[in-house]
């Protein structure tokens, strides 16, 4: 079965812009959920998704948003670029209903200059 | 909420010699516990689970088990490998909230 892919793998964005993160999760997977690695704040949660519906949102500006279609893929937005937004952003899907035993993709790695 | 402590990095250690790293916990309820291991440039792997006291979680040689009177979940090998040289995390499902909470991360340096 193949893993968690995300796409990009690497992306430099501006200060001031937007950016679009893609996350196909293993095959028959529901539940999506995003991590922002950093190494001064490690792995914060970001939201969690299941069947399209947000059922847990991390502490985060509302800068950060995302969103899972129907074929369980998700994408996550961060508008607004801040220099402080660079990190690896980890996606991770799980087979269970209460979305714990997640399996990772490779994360993205965003650079804000 | 629930939190996760683990101890400080990094741990050096010489191939062959006995592993620990240190994992407790804080929660309501009883959740279910993990290690995750992540090698340079990569993401987050799961290395072993346990979901409920006494458990005993093992893959590649590593071993953990659920101490529900301790609130740890230690992480050992017995003969470690250059090959294991990467940062593990401890980690707890926390309960209601469809989220893993994780520790801070141990590197852990392996040399020949």
């Known amino acids: 079965k193949a893993g968690v892919t995300q796409t990009p793998r690497y992306l430099i964005k501006t200060r001031g812009q937007q950016v679009t993160l893609s996350c196909s999760p293993i095959s028959g997977h529901r539940s999506v959920s995003w991590y922002q690695q950093t190494p001064g704040q490690g792995l914060q949660f970001l939201f969690e998704?299941?069947?399209?519906?947000?059922?847990n949102k991390g502490n985060f500006p509302g800068r950060f948003s995302g969103r899972q279609f129907s074929n369980s893929r998700s994408e996550m937005n961060v508008s607004t670029l801040e220099l402080g937004d660079s990190a690896l952003y980890l996606c991770a899907s799980s087979p269970r209903t209460d979305a714990y035993e997640q399996y990772f993709g490779p994360g993205t790695r965003l650079t804000v200059t | 909420g629930d939190s996760v402590t683990q101890m400080e990095g990094p741990v050096t250690l010489s191939e062959e010699a006995f592993l620990t790293i240190n994992c407790t916990y804080t929660?309501?309820?009883?959740?279910?516990l993990f290690w995750y291991v992540q090698y340079p440039g990569e993401g987050l792997q799961l290395l072993l689970k346990a979901t409920k006291a006494d458990d005993k979680g093992s893959n590649k040689g590593f071993e953990a088990t659920y101490r529900k009177e301790t609130t740890s979940f230690h992480l050992e090998k017995g003969s470690v490998q250059v090959s294991d040289s990467a940062v593990y995390f401890c980690a707890l499902g926390d309960t209601g909230f469809q989220k893993l909470v994780f520790g801070t991360g141990t590197r852990l340096l392996v040399s020949p």
């Open positions: 998704y299941f069947s399209e519906t947000q059922r």
């Open positions: 929660a309501t309820g009883y959740p279910s």
